[in-house]
């Protein structure tokens, strides 16, 4: 690959290689496109505490990442507003490692916002069907997604959707009042997979009417995978994602008190694990997000060790691509699979394809060098983001982000961060 200035001039060997270049061998190491993350929450302004710019983008390049697509919930103000968007760019500016882009919030009453943030550069728009955890940023019940998914599909811009109906959760509720809340099995409970179907159930449902374009994000249960095919044989406008501790983790092997394995949906069983696998390989599950979700440590009640109160979010984005790529061995996938699930067809979600997640003449020369064989343990100077604390620590891992580049420059290099942030805002190309 050759490189001039910031973008991906050829595609070449040694020889084609121009005498006065500066030439870097990386031997028998795997040279990927750079990550493209299309669920993060970078959480600034307003929870910079939580995770900010400068930490969040740091702990990207360590992973391997190159573009970020931050969330719109946990910061203050959520990104529900062009004034809100405006807020986020400049607590952006200067401080970012690596490029990123935004989504939009699509939330009870700001469906006049939603064309103006379109107008404005969004890269599309996050929903959630429950409470979201903080007061900031509403949930849509049917009503609000009818008043939101014409206008979004008339933007041409897709519609991510955390999909969990509050239906399931609160009829099983009453029954958990006098559970063992340290117990990972009572929030498994909590978090059925009921609550999962009936959301995509209903966004399978309002897509036909609208054919507005929508992503279900961290899908956990695989039960919904048999009618997500049918809907998308049908040609419907879906995609779907799953996450790295989806993945690699098991509800079989969590220990009753392990608050750091908390997210919603809940971590679900082994069989639903290999299953998320195979539908990747069916190409049922289109990418691979990290959702990356921090939160100050004392926010994870690891000492009373309570589900029911934790903060409900895995950080994970210095590690994702390692995690993966350590399960995927035992799955007989491929690092081409790989980079299709983590690079290409994240940009493509995200409207950055044009010049992201590909190793391409034309596109930017965002690069990971990533050793296959490399065999380490997850400590804490390993992670890199904020809060020190992650289901990950004391994982051992095989393969490991060597060096990453974004736009021709060097950002990360075995533990170093040799540049000063120069990360910018990606431009957006509607499909």
């Not at 059925?192 to 956990?220: N, S, T």
Request: with cysteine.
């Amino acid at each position: 690959m050759i490189a001039e200035g910031e973008r991906i001039s050829a595609i070449a060997g040694h020889s084609a290689v121009p005498p006065d270049a500066l030439l870097k061998d990386f031997g028998d190491d795997f040279v990927l496109p750079g990550l493209v993350d299309t669920h993060i929450h970078i959480n600034e302004p307003g929870r910079t505490e939580w995770e900010g710019f400068e930490t969040a983008t740091r702990a990207a390049a360590a992973g391997g990442y190159t573009s970020l697509v931050d969330m719109p919930l946990n910061s203050i103000p959520a990104t529900t507003s062009v004034e809100a968007l405006e807020q986020k760019r400049a607590a952006a500016r200067g401080k970012a490692l690596v490029d990123y882009a935004f989504w939009g919030g699509a939330v009870e009453g700001n469906a006049d916002n939603l064309r103006p943030l379109a107008e404005a550069g969004v890269a599309g728009f996050k929903a959630f069907l429950v409470p979201s955890g903080v007061d900031e940023f509403t949930m849509l019940n049917e009503a609000g997604l009818r008043a939101a998914m014409p206008v979004i599909a008339a933007s041409g811009l897709p519609l991510l959707v955390h999909a969990e109906l509050p239906g399931p959760i609160e009829e099983i509720a009453p029954s958990l009042s006098r559970s063992d809340w340290r117990q990972y099995s009572t929030y498994l409970h909590s978090r059925p997979d009921e609550a999962e179907l009936q959301a995509i159930r209903l966004m399978i449902h309002l897509v036909r009417e609208f054919r507005c374009r929508v992503h279900i994000v961290h899908l956990a249960t695989s039960h919904a995978l048999d009618e997500l095919r049918q809907a998308r044989a049908e040609g419907l406008p879906i995609t779907v994602e799953t996450c790295p501790h989806y993945l690699c983790f098991a509800a079989e092997c969590i220990p009753n008190g392990a608050t750091q394995f908390k997210c919603a949906p809940p971590i679900r069983g082994a069989f639903q694990r290999d299953r998320l696998w195979q539908a990747l390989l069916d190409g049922d599950i289109d990418l691979i997000a990290t959702d990356h979700s921090p939160c100050p440590v004392e926010m994870k009640q690891l000492a009373s060790g309570s589900f029911q109160t934790a903060w409900g979010g895995i950080a994970s984005v210095s590690l994702a691509l390692a995690a993966v790529w350590t399960k995927a061995r035992t799955h007989n996938v491929s690092i081409l699979q790989i980079t299709r699930w983590m690079c290409g067809h994240p940009a493509t979600l995200a409207g950055l394809s044009s010049h992201k997640g590909r190793i391409a003449v034309g596109a930017d020369a965002d690069v990971t060098i990533f050793d296959p064989d490399r065999q380490w343990l997850v400590t804490e100077d390993r992670l890199h983001f904020r809060n020190k604390i992650s289901p990950y620590l004391g994982e051992h891992l095989t393969g490991q982000v060597k060096a990453t580049f974004v736009r021709g420059e060097l950002v990360y290099e075995d533990g170093r961060f040799p540049a000063a942030p120069s990360g910018r805002e990606c431009m957006v190309s509607r499909i």
